[in-house]
């Protein structure tokens, strides 16, 4: 038996998304090869693959997730958000109402959005004034 192990999906030198170009049934031993591309939960890191994987576990109750996290809601839901956006489903969420400048760059201190969300949450907070 041989072990399997997960498929890379970026080129260890440069970073960039790796090509599926072979393919091989492995009792029957045929090869196809092309360039086939992979669906978007391939492409997934690792980190968001486990957090897809939870949250499909506790079938989509984000306040289970947070439990067995052990995180904060927020957290929870701003890792959801990030996920979307890497499946390619939707854009960036602009700032909750209310939301300033310092709540903005809290967030991004905690972890809970990266550098280029906090970068458009706070261009549309400008954008407001």
Known sequence: MTIKH???????????????TRLRGPNSGVVIEGNFLPNEFA????????YLRLFVK???????????????YPTVRARFEQLLRALGYEAAP?????????????RLERGEISAEEATRALQVLQRRK
């Open 6 to 20: 997960p498929m890379p999906t970026r080129c260890p030198v440069t970073g960039e998304p790796l090509e599926v």
């Open 43 to 50: 492409l997934l890191d690792r980190e968001s693959l486990d």
């Open 94 to 106: 602009e700032p909750e109402p209310g939301e300033s400048r310092a709540d903005v760059l809290s």
């Open 58 to 72: 506790v079938r989509g109750n984000l306040k289970e997730v947070e439990r067995m996290l052990g995180v904060s």
